[in-house]
């Protein structure tokens, strides 16, 4: 069974350009995140998706951060305009469907991650 | 203060060793509690999930004290493959689903 898939591996981009990372969750796995790790710090929890619906974007840094899932499968995490304080690695997962009501955790599949330099 | 608290290392022990991990969370309704591994530029992954009564998965062992809000891991007959980043994880709130990371603790395994 083919993991989490994340395109590109690697971003290089100016301060002020736009870039669009891809996510391809495990297939039938209902639930997607993103989380990001910059340099020196650890790795922090951006947003989760329950099919095509935003569940938790409490992690959002601001409003330059736009994430999608059209279709309940993949999702985009679009940067627009990019700052040098968004470099870092970030990464996709993504679980089992769960129901919060049972409390069930479900292990949570991460990709490889994008590594994102902003220049 | 860091939600999740680890001490960073290096730790560094030959093979063979018993070594041990410590992580602190500051959150008391922390709900769910795991151990993930992280090799060099690679992603997470669960090493393993943390009981109240406390687990053992072959030459790993983790614990959780919820009264000292202090989770654990030991890891017996170290091996070479066992170098990498052992990051402390909690679930924070009930209802949600997101991972709260520590910054990891790095184990060298020396032979």
């Known amino acids: 069974e083919a993991g989490v898939t994340q395109f590109p591996s690697h971003s290089v981009i100016e301060k002020g350009q736009t870039v669009t990372l891809r996510c391809d969750p495990i297939s039938g796995h209902d639930n997607l995140y993103w989380y990001r790790r910059v340099m020196g710090k650890e790795i922090k929890f951006l947003l989760h998706?329950?099919?095509?619906?935003?569940?938790?974007e409490s992690g959002m840094p601001n409003n330059r951060f736009l994430a999608e899932r059209t279709g309940g499968t993949y999702s985009t995490l679009k940067v627009q305009p990019a700052e040098l304080e968004d470099s870092g690695v970030y990464f996709c997962a993504s679980s089992h469907m769960t129901s919060l009501a049972h409390q069930r955790v479900d292990e949570q599949f991460f990709g490889p991650g994008t590594r994102l330099t902003v220049l | 203060r860091k939600e999740v608290e680890q001490d960073p290392g290096p730790f560094n022990v030959p093979e063979g060793a018993t070594v041990a991990f410590n992580c602190t969370y500051s959150?008391?309704?922390?709900?769910?509690f795991f151990w993930y591994r992280q090799d060099c530029r690679k992603e997470p992954k669960l090493l393993m999930s943390v009981y109240s009564s406390g687990n053992e998965d072959g030459r790993f062992t983790a614990q959780l004290n919820r009264a000292s809000q202090y989770i654990s891991l030991l890891i017996r007959d170290s091996k070479l493959s066992d170098s990498a980043t052992y990051l402390c994880?909690?679930?924070?709130?009930?209802?949600?689903?997101?991972?709260?990371f520590g910054s990891g603790t790095r184990l060298q395994v020396q032979p």
């Open positions: 998706f329950v099919k095509e619906s935003k569940q938790d």
């Open positions: 994880v909690v679930i924070r709130d009930t209802g949600r689903r997101a991972l709260t």
């Open positions: 959150n008391s309704a922390s709900q769910s």
